[in-house]
């Protein structure tokens, strides 16, 4: 029987655990990581015994600075999970979008959960349109309500679809000027990675993070030649690379919220 990796992963009180007790019932038990504190929990899946969950630390970015961060992205790049089942606290959405972006990046297939759809509908002054923001993104979006197991066998069907594809993935695509930049160090990786983790070390590369470029071996010339191109788009921008790529993600961010989230509020306002 051929094993299924999903890995929970989203901002901290998105509600994981909460939904992988849902969706493992009591099958679970608990690993311990070496040399961390944080600890990660795996259960089989209640309704197909073939797929293992894993419950990881909660985290906003996918830079390797806290301890949580270290475990989830050690986990994701190193034992690659067939599929990342990102948690989103549907009342936070803005924020929460910060960490998908990242997560896309990694050339995991993901499906995007918006939990806490309770909550949600309570509030009556914010519409999310599902239809547009999995158009958008490119990516199955489920809304479920984790604490009221809301919606979880329209879920567990979206995981076993997204399971049997054949490398589904798709990146956010950002400013034209940064796109440029990244393709042009994805060439020079081109070969060291499989095609869909080149995206992830391309900005990596771009982003000037230490862990990934140590890792790396380019001849001399492509060094001076990938510099080069990071120096001339940190001009374009007048920004650090780091940071280019930062604000690259929230205004693609901000572009998502505008067409797939109505305040009724607003609307109302704008009415009288
Ligand atoms: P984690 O940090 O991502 O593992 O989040 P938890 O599963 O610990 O949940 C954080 C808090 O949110 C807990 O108090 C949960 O009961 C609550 N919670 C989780 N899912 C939902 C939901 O769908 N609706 C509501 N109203 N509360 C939720
Ligand atoms: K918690
Ligand atoms: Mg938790």
Known sequence: MEMSSLALVGNPNSGKTTLFNALTGSNQHIGNWPGVTVERKSGQLKSDKSMIVQD??????????SSEELVTRKYLLDDLPSEILDVVDSTNLER???????????GIPLLLILNMMDILKKQHH???????????????????????????????????????????????????RLESALSMI????TGQFPDNELRWYAIKVF??????????????????????????????????????????RYDFIAK?????????DDFKMSMS
Do not use: W
Request: net charge negative.
């Open 96 to 106: 929460n979008l910060y960490l998908t972006l990242q997560l896309m990046e990694t």
């Open 256 to 264: 998502i919220i505008e067409m797939c989230v109505v305040d009724t």
């Open 186 to 189: 994805q060439d020079q990786l």
């Open 56 to 65: 990881l630390p909660g985290i906003y970015s996918l830079s390797p600075y």
């Open 207 to 248: 982003e000037r993070d230490e862990a990934v470029s140590r890792t790396m071996s380019f001849t001399e010339q492509q060094q001076r030649e990938i510099e080069a191109t990071i120096k001339a788009t940190e001009k374009i921008f007048d920004d650090n690379s780091d940071s280019i790529v930062v604000n690259a």
């Open 126 to 176: 914010r519409r999310i349109n599902l239809k547009k923001l999995s158009y958008i993104l490119d990516v199955p979006v489920v809304s479920i309500s984790a604490l009221k197991k809301q919606n979880l066998d329209q879920l567990t069907e979206k995981i076993r679809e997204r399971d049997a594809e054949d490398h589904q993935y798709a990146y956010p695509e950002y400013d034209p």
